[in-house]
């Protein structure tokens, strides 16, 4: 800073400024409310109660056949083991199923998401007649149950020549997955500027070219987001497996765990292993997808 005195003398003076720092900084400490306590104990307790089904499947999965319905009841193994997991592939096809599941659930998966993707971009970036009866149909696909179209199905099936192949079933999970793929896409398709596609088509692009060489990197969270979930209800999916596959080399994960209950019996060791085995491909999913997941769940949520 510069001073000039009424004598002609100039004086320079030097501020030092400065500046917090914010590890240094005291920090504000949260007050310990009532309602914040029961809020954290309310989570905690619905934690517990979400996990201990998992935590006990899994406990009971390491449990020689002999200790499973032992009383008093053992929350941690006394004498760990793995005949449940070594019985579950070598008396019975399971590694099979899993095989069928995993086939079935991903060219089902990626087929409903690409169909999906083809509809939803027509339905957010087009206006024709009929667009919102489309919308409405798709909704109301989804409130009503399988169990109920499943004589016309199965008749349709059999005439086809699909009952009891995995063919079949593949195009039963497409129809099923589209509804809900699209209605989901489609808020993503709302979301990104017209201008994109609108500039990536005046430098020479298709539409078709605009939409997978601009759109489709833009959308890539949600397409993830909508792939997964379809995957998911794929594998997961009992009704239809169970009604339309009838010999193990087709069976699929679900319709090979309920096999373990007959009508005596229920095979807890084996089951609980199954259970396992079937919960981890989902699992690692979700893990490694979380962030794209949540990307693609808020993406469409806010219309700029």
Not at 156 to 166: A, E, F, N, R, S
């Amino acid at each position: 800073m510069t001073i000039t005195t009424p004598t002609g003398t100039t004086i320079t003076e030097t501020r030092r400024i400065t500046v917090p720092d914010a590890h240094r900084a005291p920090r504000t400490q949260r007050k310990v409310t009532v309602g914040g306590v029961v809020r954290v104990v309310g989570l905690l307790i619905w934690l517990i109660i979400t996990l201990f089904p998992l935590y006990w499947i899994a406990l009971t999965s390491f449990k020689s056949p002999g200790t499973i319905n032992r009383f008093p009841i053992e929350y941690w193994p006394s004498e760990p083991s793995l005949d449940n997991y070594i019985s579950l592939f070598q008396q019975s096809s399971f590694g099979v199923f899993l095989g069928n599941s995993a086939l079935v659930a991903l060219v089902a998966g990626a087929v409903a998401t690409l169909i999906a993707l083809l509809s939803a971009y027509v339905i957010a970036r087009f206006e024709f007649r009929g667009k919102g009866t489309v919308l409405v149909a798709f909704l109301l696909t989804q409130m009503i149950p399988a169990f109920i179209a499943l004589g016309p199905l199965y008749s349709m099936m059999t005439d086809l020549g699909l009952v009891d192949t995995k063919p079949g079933l593949i195009l039963v999970y497409i129809a099923i997955c589209i509804p809900f793929s699209t209605v989901m896409l489609r808020g993503f398709f709302e979301n990104v500027p017209d201008a994109l596609e609108e500039a990536a088509m005046i430098d020479g692009c298709s539409r078709f070219g605009a939409l997978f060489r601009v759109l489709v990197p833009v959308m890539t969270p949600g397409i993830i987001a909508a792939f997964i979930f379809n995957f998911v209800n794929c594998w997961n999916e009992l009704f239809l497996s169970v009604v339309l596959m009838n010999t193990d080399e087709n069976r699929t994960v679900p319709s090979a765990l309920n096999g373990f209950i007959s009508t005596f019996n229920i095979d807890w060791g084996s089951m609980s292993a199954a259970a396992v085995l079937t919960i981890l491909p989902t699992m690692a999913m979700f893990a490694l997808a979380s962030r794209w997941i949540v990307q693609g769940l808020t993406a469409g949520a806010v219309k700029e």
